[in-house]
């Protein structure tokens, strides 16, 4: 089998986290009663120590101003001091989820493990074979580790755009699956199940046994185009061009793969404010200028910088602009 360079210099942006909910935080408290002088004003009356919540973290220290305010209307539930205690994670909810049984997803065990072909900056692929229909897929396994807020949104966007995204240049996501955990302290890991390909083109270009003639190449660039045209025309970006992402059928099909950075492109509305997206996208080897100097309101254009990247690449077998 010709060799794979899967996840080469992969550049992903850090996982976006929520701002905390410190609204009620005691700094806030303290700029209430800030002079603009910078001096700090006599503190108003704590309440008592034994009302409902004055002690307990995050409770609502609502300011002098506000209490008078809040006097003239009926308190709704979200003002009131927050509940003293969360639910607790007791053993039968643990229990619930350990045996919770994901509609539409199969397990994992449906399909037998081969060999691990890539290792990406989300996690490991692996060629494997479907235990059922004998059909060859790879499975991408989402890490979970770090996730506290649940499935990671990089994951569920891709998952996202590849439903949108059925086409004959681009990878084709079968299912989803997922699998049990081992141990109490293991977390349920998901899969996506792709169809199968045989070469990506960073492995193809790596192996100087591989020639491609003129007519090849033209073949392969008219196949990236065209899966550019549909991405780009479903109102995506796919913000990860790079030879490692492109995936060649036994059949010299050539599909575009790796959705994690992609995301769907705002609509522009009259009088709303321009577009700004995370700066930090695409492998620097096949990052386009404008991205390099800080831009924010991009457009198909950074994928299309890629895609001629790749063309030359595709003469100069390494990326042309390490
Ligand atoms: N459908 C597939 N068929 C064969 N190999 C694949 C497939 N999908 C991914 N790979 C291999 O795994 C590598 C990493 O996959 P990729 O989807 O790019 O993940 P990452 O986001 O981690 O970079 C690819 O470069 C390719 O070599
Ligand atoms: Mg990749």
């Known amino acids: 089998m010709l060799n794979r360079v899967g996840g080469q210099a992969d550049m992903k942006p850090p996982q976006m986290k929520r701002p905390r909910n410190d609204g009620n935080s005691s ?32 409770t609502r220290v609502e300011k002098p101003h506000d209490q008078n305010m809040s006097s003239h209307f009926p308190k709704t539930k979200e003002e009131g001091p927050l509940p003293a205690k969360r639910s607790k994670i007791t053993p039968q909810l643990l229990n619930y989820i350990d045996n919770f049984k994901y509609p539409y997803i199969s397990d994992v065990s449906c399909y037998e493990k081969l060999l691990k072909i890539g290792q990406g900056t989300f996690g490991e692929v692996f060629k494997a ?14 890490l979970m580790e770090n996730e506290k807020e649940g499935f990671p949104i990089t994951a569920l966007r891709e998952v996202k755009m590849l439903q949108k995204l059925k086409y004959e240049n681009i990878t084709e996501l079968i299912e989803i699956c997922s ?38 190449i033209k073949t392969l660039m008219k196949h990236l185009l065209n899966g550019l045209y549909k991405i780009h025309s479903s109102n995506i970006l796919h913000r990860d061009m790079k030879a490692a992402n492109i995936l060649i059928s036994k059949e010299g099909v050539l599909k575009l793969g790796d959705f994690g950075l992609a995301r769907p492109l705002f609509k522009k509305l009259p ?23 800080g831009a924010r309101n991009y457009g198909p254009g950074i994928d299309m910088w890629g895609a001629g990247c790749i063309m030359a690449e595709l003469w100069t077998r390494s990326p042309i602009l390490q």
């Open 271 to 293: 009088g709303k404010m321009e577009p700004c997206y995370t700066n930090r996208v695409v492998t620097l080897w096949y990052r386009p200028p404008e991205l390099l100097l």
């Open 27 to 58: 700094s806030n408290q303290t700029h209430g009663y800030e002079h603009s002088s910078g001096t700090l004003l006599k503190p108003p009356p704590q309440p008592p120590q034994n009302l409902p919540g004055s002690q307990l973290p995050g």
């Open 129 to 142: 074979r479907c235990k059922k229909t004998g059909r060859y897929v790879a499975l991408k396994k989402i």
């Open 179 to 216: 699998s049990k955990q081992t141990s109490s302290r293991d977390r349920c890991t998901f899969y996506l199940v792709f169809a199968f390909y045989e070469h990506d083109l960073a492995g193809l270009l790596s192996n100087p046994n591989v020639l491609l003639k003129l007519n090849e």
